[in-house]
């Protein structure tokens, strides 16, 4: 391989692994919620050099070694654990556009970058209301949060859901659907 080709293809890689990380839900809710403290969108930037770099230094990764580094570098850098079932399918996105670049094929990297990018969806992630006081002393609480996904991208063969129209009260536990014992009405939406 020529030391011209080795640099474009190291380009294309680079930017196969910021296509893939800029897609990753899991990621783009870190940053637009400032799970990573004021520096949100530095880190996701830093992440992506690091995820390169990660790959240039060893060669040989398994799929579960790729895995086990995003989630770390999410629970240390944006205090995320990622439980969406997202993780596996961005390590095979990154450990084949590696392969592609080991191969110095800058055909299949372009591709591959093109094909997240369209796929790509803007997601939103809100906090859930209830209705009903919380306790405050309670120091384990743990915030819900409602996602919604729409699509960025031309072509999306259904893989961003569009979000429902959803009235101004659909995300709030009236009190009346409260039970005393503590039960919630589950009502069907109309």
């Not at 992506?48 to 086990?68: I, P, Q, S």
Request: charged letters at 30%.
């Amino acid at each position: 391989m020529m030391a011209g080709a080795g640099e474009d293809s190291r380009a294309l890689f680079g930017a196969g692994v910021r296509a893939a990380l800029e897609a990753w839900q899991a990621l783009q809710i870190a940053v637009e919620n400032g799970f990573g403290g004021v520096h949100s969108q530095e880190k996701a930037e830093w992440l992506g050099g690091a995820v390169e770099e990660y790959f240039f230094r060893n060669a040989d990764l398994e799929l579960d070694e790729v895995e086990d580094f995003l989630g770390e570098l999410m629970t240390n850098e944006f205090d995320t654990v990622v439980e969406d079932g997202s993780l596996p399918q961005v390590s095979q996105q990154l450990q084949t556009m590696f392969y592609h670049f080991q191969r110095g094929d800058g055909a299949a990297l372009k591709e591959m970058a093109s094909h997240i990018t369209q796929r790509k969806c803007r997601v939103r992630a809100t906090a859930v209301t209830t209705a009903r006081e919380t306790d405050e002393d309670d120091a384990d609480s743990v915030e819900e949060m409602e996602v919604t996904a729409t699509n960025d991208g031309a072509a999306t063969d259904g893989v961003c859901p569009q979000p429902e129209s959803t009235g101004p009260d659909s995300q709030t536990i009236k009190e009346d659907d409260i039970v005393e014992d503590g039960w919630t009405i589950v009502r069907r939406k109309k």
